[in-house]
């Protein structure tokens, strides 16, 4: 450790983790099958897979790609689903058989499929019936050799599987035609692996365990490569977070996982840290279906439940939300972006929880920096550093920042990845001595706490001010005619860039001078947005995160040159 930031962590809280108890994710595995059976692991469209259940499902698929497919160590196998049961048991059956998780968006179009899965190598998928037809379109021109598949139900019992996978596919008609004649089903993977001889690789903390690759919205994807101790390293800091709060007190903890677990911070948080924790799963299949997803909270009082910003503003601006039961909430968190102060205080004087706001990326498995134990009400801070974790604010000229001036946040930690996958001049950018340079820029304030201030590409230059597009939105978002907004900045010949804001509206009355006038309150004058464009919707990946990307593209796009 070159540099120490725990100097004001609250008293009793831990300064450092000893995280040599596991060699590998599947040390943690092991303990979580000894210590709870038949305790549920994962509940699914009311469906249980208890531990017991996974344990032997998963153990029957790591067997079948060692003795069928003939799969060796270091092999990547790439995962095409949303959150139903089968990805636990193809996930923890991949990392059992000792070879790599390639987590695949199932959303991706088939140019986007196509270069994870050549850049990657993998030569095996596990795809939803849903998204084969994407498949289909680029396999032949990848590494693929071995195809399984499954439907929307295939885990659930007979008469549930049988009525949940005629809907999908016939009624709701979300299956498009497909042709993968060489595929296996996951069903028969299952039967015929349960059969099979199942052999426990050696596997050591520094044996690769996920590619992980960065989500799109700058540039080309790139394949993290996330070591199985880089992942237990985020599993023992997440944990420091969020085992206060959900305490050892009942067996009968649970957690709702919105997220997409192929998502790093769902990976890491909901599935991991969960298992380790011995706490019920709750997988949501389609949290952007907010009527289906209220309806589900209903049927259970849980723990805790991880989102970003925009889920947590769809929750409550659902009229029928209120109507969940939140007693039994100890820890909501929030990542992935910015969560809004105006979505913050709603929570809280909602469900009577506060958000803590964590921080990271995909490079670091992806936790760098969080709220301490004892710091629970929102404060527009992402904490500080978790334990196990270096930090330096370099400014724009390469000095270190001092407290109270912004600069690059960079990072070393155990839980920083190996590089990116096949790409030594992109590792080289971000990675240098052990340090990874993040993009984000930074200021660090006396209590060791940092507020986020911009991603660096983000920045808005207005006549030689720095603007920052999360203090816009968060100022737009305190009317409450506002339902959603981001701010970009746009070309202007004589200020270099002025502010745009795209709006989506909670209350139809709203107007653009309205929305002025409320910015001229609360902006100095250079910062209040010049433009603004009122949307039905903003366009966001999978995960939620809104691309602003995508939106100044267009504005860059449509607007004429000189």
Known sequence: MEKIWFQNYPEGAE???????????????????????????????????????????????????????????????????????????????????????VNVNPLYTPRELEHQLQ??????????SNFASTLEKVVFNTDIKHVILTRMGDQLSFGKRTLVNFVVKYVKKLVPKYKLPDAVTFREVLSIGKYRQYIQPEVSRNDLAFLQYTGGTTGVAKGAMLSHGNIITNIFQAKWIAEPFIGDYARARSAILALPLYHVFALTVNCLLFLEL??????????????????????????????????????????????????????????????????ATRWHDLTGCNIIEGYGMTECSPLIAACPVNVVKHNGTIGVPVPNTDIKIIKDDGSEAK????????????????????????????????????GDIVIMDESYSLRIVDRKKDMILVSGFNVYPNEIEDVVMLNYKVAEAVAIGVPNEVS????????????????????????????????VPKEIEFRDELPKTNVGKILRRILRDEEIANRPTH
């Open 15 to 101: 300064k450092y983790l000893d995280t040599s108890k596991y060699e590998s994710i599947l040390d943690i595995f092991n303990k979580a099958i000894r210590e709870h059976p038949d305790r549920p692991a994962y509940i699914n469209m009311g469906q249980v897979l208890t531990f017991r259940k996974l344990e032997e499902r998963s153990r029957a698929f790591a067997a079948y790609l060692q003795n069928e497919f003939k799969l060796k160590r270091g092999d990547r196998v790439a995962l095409m689903m949303p959150n139903l049961l089968q990805y636990p048991i193809a996930l923890f059956g991949i990392l059992r058989a000792g070879l790599i998780v």
């Open 119 to 128: 850049d990657s190598g993998a030569v095996a998928i596990v795809v939803v």
């Open 496 to 527: 270099g860039e002025t502010i745009k804001i795209f709006v989506v509206k909670k209350d139809e009355s709203l107007t653009r001078d309205e929305l002025r006038q409320h910015c001229r309150q609360h902006l100095t004058g250079y910062k």
């Open 278 to 343: 011995g706490v019920t799963a709750i997988l949501i299949t389609n949290p952007r279906d907010i009527e289906g997803f209220v309806k589900e909270l209903k049927k259970y009082r849980f723990q805790a439940i991880t989102g970003v910003n925009t889920l947590f503003n769809a929750l409550l601006n659902n009229e029928n939300f209120k109507e969940v039961d939140f007693s039994a909430l100890k820890l909501s968190v929030g990542g992935g972006m910015a969560i809004q102060q105006s979505v």
């Open 403 to 438: 407290i109270g001036e912004a600069g690059e946040l960079w990072v070393k930690g155990e839980q920083v990845m190996q590089g990116y996958w096949q790409r030594p001049e992109a590792t080289n950018e971000v990675l240098k001595d052990g340090w990874m340079a993040t």
